[in-house]
């Protein structure tokens, strides 16, 4: 199947590369046949209502239709598949500057097609047809919306243990999908806090171990993860001493202290790293992933000297503070 992802603006590298890296996990494969700036369209066996259920940087999956100039995909509508129950076409328009004008004839026309043989709906449609343009227009099924409030829902603040120091849970959701986390496997958050990070790794099925050097962490962080119904093994332990409780994992993702806001029980930054990745590089299994958020260029060359670094997607949060989210992989 052919399928086009509406990708999120937010950033500008970790949309697409997030889909790619949940398509994998997913076990399941993909050829990239066009892409612009928040399009994305492969060639793929993967069920996108899986996807739907574990993206958080992307907004539509789509079934790839047609895409061309209006004219062209309205003759790609006169073409299509009989479709039964109501339908519904939606606009996005992501260009630069949208000349609504030029447009309306072309999408009115679709629209009429569209509704030759078929009751309009535009509150619950049996299908929903996205008409999105962009440098190109694009024609396309909708197949699963990913729902961005229920990511808000769940920030910090909402849950019953909160530290005010928590990764926001759509990048911590997008972070456990860069690790090519699997439904079932063993995942490790070796810093985990108030337990956002093992959040987003529960609730796409994984096996959650967590541990933290301070025991009230550890308490708050069961807390949080019963309130969502998800099983744990967690334990308190310095990073440098996992390998005592943990055997090996499929995949970690984890936020570290980094700065004067959080915690790092006063070691410097550059030794707690380097007793890090050392402890990673020695339970991760082979070809599993880690997923790591870094404060500067630095530990990322650090990182490389006991894993292989596969991406960086670098976030600036401030003037004086730029985040590294980078992938590493245990060869």
Do not use: W
């Not at 006169?78 to 004008?101: F, H, I, Q, T, Y």
């Not at 072309?106 to 929903?128: C, Q, R, W, Y």
Request: aromatic share 6%; charged share 30%; hydrophobic share 35%.
């Amino acid at each position: 199947m052919r399928l086009l992802f509406e990708l999120l603006g937010e950033h500008q590298t970790m949309p697409r590369a997030e889909v790619l890296a949940c398509i994998e996990a997913e076990g399941n494969s993909c050829e990239v046949l066009e892409e612009e700036n928040r399009i994305l369209i492969l060639e793929t066996n993967a069920d996108p209502d899986r996807l739907g259920e574990r993206l958080a940087l992307t907004r539509y999956v789509d079934e790839y239709l047609a895409s061309g100039s209006l004219s062209e995909l309205e003759d790609a509508t006169e073409n299509l598949p009989s479709m039964s129950g109501s339908v519904a076409l939606r606009r996005r328009d992501l260009r630069p500057k949208p000349e609504k004008s030029s447009m309306e004839d072309g999408v009115d026309k679709i629209s009429g097609i569209l509704t030759k043989n078929n009751p309009v709906d535009l509150d619950n449609p049996d299908n929903e047809i996205r008409l999105i343009s962009g440098k190109n227009n694009y024609l396309a099924l909708r197949k699963a919306a990913i729902d961005g409030s229920s990511y808000g829902k769940r920030k910090v603040d909402r849950r019953p243990f909160f530290s005010p120091i928590s990764l926001h849970p759509k990048y911590a959701r997008a972070l456990v999908n860069l690790a090519r986390t699997s439904r079932g496997k063993t995942f490790l958050d070796p810093f985990c806090g108030t337990g956002g990070i093992l959040i987003e790794a529960g609730l796409i099925g994984a096996k959650l171990l967590g541990s933290d050097i301070k025991e009230d962490m550890i308490e708050g962080c069961r807390e949080n993860l019963m309130n969502y119904n998800l099983d744990s093994v967690l334990f308190q332990s310095d990073v440098g001493e996992i390998q005592e409780n943990v055997e090996s994992v499929s995949s970690i993702v984890t936020d570290p202290p980094y700065g004067r806001s959080s915690t790092t029980m006063r070691e410097e930054l550059g030794s707690l790293y380097r007793r890090s990745f050392e402890s990673f590089s020695d339970v991760l299994e082979k070809g599993g992933y880690l997923a790591m958020v870094l404060p500067g260029k630095n530990y990322i060359e650090m990182g490389e000297e006991y894993l292989g670094l596969e991406e960086v997607h670098e976030q600036r949060v401030h003037k004086s503070l730029t985040r590294f989210h980078c992938v590493f992989r245990n060869y």
